[in-house]
Structure formats: structure tokens, C-alpha cells
């Protein structure tokens, strides 16, 4: 499976902005897909993920009610569309991909950078 993650950008605090990962290759095995952050000098963590279905969005605390995590499955894209973002939201955003079993991403994405300053 290869994922390309796009979207990214410098923002001003209060903006939107919506990420995008388009899937390809093997993409039949997918059954789950994550948004994941890293801010420098900070632990990678998960923002949202969403059934390979598009279905069954899960979201963490870290941008809950912020966020919306959608899949276009004609395109095999996922999308991360983010509200009000703020200077602590700067990160690298990856998206990644995992099978049923184990549960573990083992698909990346390059990330994209998410810079929100005034």
C-alpha cells in the first residue's frame, strides 16, 4: 500500500484547513485508516481514524470536535477536515493504514506539515 498525504500549509489561528491521503497498490487490504501528528520534540499521536468502509470514525481527545474524518471511496482518498485550528496544532500530519490483523499501521504516508501561526 502507498499513501500520499497533501494538504498541508501555513494557516492563520481560527482557519480551516483539509488534509487529504490518497491510497493505492495493494489497497484491498486495508481495513482501517489513521490521521496521525507530530509536533517537534512531541510523541506521535493518533487524531482520528475511519473504516476502510468509511464508516466507524473514531476520534481522540487531542482534536475531538475539531475534526472530521471522511473517506471518498471512488478515490480511495480519506480526508481530515480541520476547524479553528490553533499555534498548538502545529505538526506534521501522517496518514497511515493497518489490516484487520494485527492492528498495528503499518502503512505511511510522507506527512504533511501544518503550520498555524499569525
Known amino acids: 500500500v502507498q499513501l500520499q498525504a497533501s494538504g498541508g500549509g501555513l494557516v492563520q489561528p481560527g482557519e480551516s484547513l483539509r488534509l487529504s491521503c490518497a491510497a493505492s497498490g495493494s489497497t484491498l487490504t486495508i481495513y482501517n485508516m489513521g490521521w496521525f501528528r507530530q509536533a517537534p520534540g512531541k510523541v506521535r499521536e493518533l487524531v482520528a481514524s475511519?473504516?476502510?468502509?468509511?464508516?466507524?470514525?473514531y476520534y481522540t481527545n487531542s482534536m475531538k470536535g475539531r475534526v472530521t474524518i471522511s473517506k471518498d471511496n471512488a478515490k480511495n482518498t480519506i480526508y481530515l477536515q480541520m476547524n479553528n485550528l490553533q499555534p498548538e496544532d502545529t505538526a506534521v500530519y501522517l496518514c497511515a493504514a493497518r489490516k484487520n490483523r494485527p492492528r498495528v499501521y503499518d502503512a505511511w504516508g510522507q506527512g504533511t506539515l501544518v503550520t498555524v501561526s499569525s
Open positions: 475511519i473504516g476502510w468502509n468509511g464508516r466507524d470514525a
